[in-house]
């Protein structure tokens, strides 16, 4: 192979490499609504779910950012009335990263009382996006 056809290669291949990053960071922390009738089983949580919404945060033992989002989801949790943080540790639970479909931790779900999947977070939610996702899920007369 030439010198010329190996430095377009090379190009090529760091060109799409960024692409993909800029892709994968644009996404990170940003709510997906969750169509269709995905459920969540309280018995996968070991706990019953809020009567307004449930926060459940995927995490694993290795997880930096986790942390960072456990503190912000509790504190969101404890300023609403009828709304819990579960947590759920893959590294001990691996079956639920496939049943839930998490690829990377951090990733949280916004449930609402019948435990359907309502928003889907992958990365580090702002603090105004959980609220926001919280807001749409709350029945209307639970709002404040």
Same mark, same amino acid.
Not at 35 to 60: C, E, I, K, N
Not at 67 to 83: F, K, N, T
Not at 110 to 139: M, Y
């Given at each position: 192979?030439?010198?010329?056809? &190996?430095?377009?290669? !090379? &190009? &090529?291949? @760091?060109?799409?490499? *960024?692409?993909?990053? $800029?892709?994968?960071? #644009?996404?990170? !922390?940003?709510?997906?609504?969750?169509?269709?009738?995905?459920?969540?089983?309280?018995?996968? @949580?070991?706990?019953?779910?809020?009567? =307004?919404? /449930? $926060?459940? =945060?995927?995490?694993?033992?290795?997880?930096?950012?986790?942390? %960072?989002?456990?503190?912000?989801?509790?504190? *969101?949790?404890?300023?609403?009335?009828?709304?819990? $943080?579960?947590?759920?540790? $893959?590294?001990?639970?691996?079956?639920?990263?496939?049943?839930?479909?998490?690829?990377? /931790?951090? /990733?949280?779900?916004?449930?609402?009382?019948?435990? #359907?999947? #309502?928003?889907?977070?992958?990365?580090?939610?702002?603090?105004?996006? *959980?609220?926001?996702? @919280?807001?749409? /899920?709350?029945? %209307?007369?639970?709002?404040?």
């Amino acid at each position: 192979m030439s010198l010329p056809i &190996a430095l377009v290669i !090379g &190009a &090529a291949l @760091l060109a799409a490499t *960024v692409v993909a990053g $800029l892709l994968l960071r #644009r996404r990170d !922390g940003r709510a997906v609504v969750v169509h269709g009738d995905r459920h969540v089983d309280p018995a996968d @949580l070991m706990r019953p779910l809020g009567s =307004q919404a /449930t $926060l459940v =945060q995927f995490s694993t033992e290795f997880c930096a950012r986790c942390p %960072q989002v456990r503190r912000m989801l509790g504190s *969101v949790a404890d300023e609403r009335a009828g709304v819990v $943080l579960a947590e759920v540790d $893959l590294t001990s639970r691996s079956d639920l990263a496939a049943r839930y479909k998490v690829l990377s /931790t951090p /990733t949280t779900l916004v449930v609402d009382p019948e435990g #359907r999947i #309502r928003s889907r977070f992958t990365g580090v939610p702002a603090r105004a996006d *959980v609220l926001a996702a @919280l807001a749409a /899920t709350t029945p %209307q007369e639970a709002r404040p």
